[in-house]
């Protein structure tokens, strides 16, 4: 899931906040303002390793790598990963592929859409 923020309360319940599919921008290449993906996994014990890794559709370029590992006690236990984003580099508009991936299978995608944006879109 993408989003604006998320934030870690001191109880450990994770808040997603403004969750979205679609930047917009007047001019390419553009890094966008800081934001979040949310991931989660369940149904694991053990040490694994995990990569989270956002492409441009169209050439397959490689946006963000994200990879390291976690520890699972019991496999009742959700494994929450919550990496802030900055500095991600969009080269060009066009559908951009997030994929998340546990010892080296996937076990999930979503669609980032990166636009842009017309003037009459703004409105002051």
């Known amino acids: 899931m993408f989003a604006d923020k998320i934030i870690i309360e001191n109880n450990g319940k994770r808040g997603v906040i403004g969750t979205f599919n679609r930047f917009y921008s007047k001019k390419f290449p553009i890094a966008f303002p800081p934001w979040a993906i949310y991931a ?9 390793e995990f990569a989270i890794t956002l492409v441009r559709e169209e050439t ?61 879109q703004y409105k002051k």
């Open 40 to 48: 989660a996994v369940t149904n694991l014990e053990g040490k694994h």
């Open 60 to 120: 397959n370029q490689v946006i963000l790598p994200l990879n390291g590992q976690f520890d699972v006690r019991s496999r009742n236990d959700v494994v929450e990963l919550t990496p802030s984003i900055l500095g991600a580099v969009f080269p060009k508009e066009g559908t951009y592929i997030l994929t998340f991936s546990i010892d080296g299978t996937q076990i999930g995608a979503r669609v980032l859409f990166v636009d842009v944006v017309k003037d009459k």
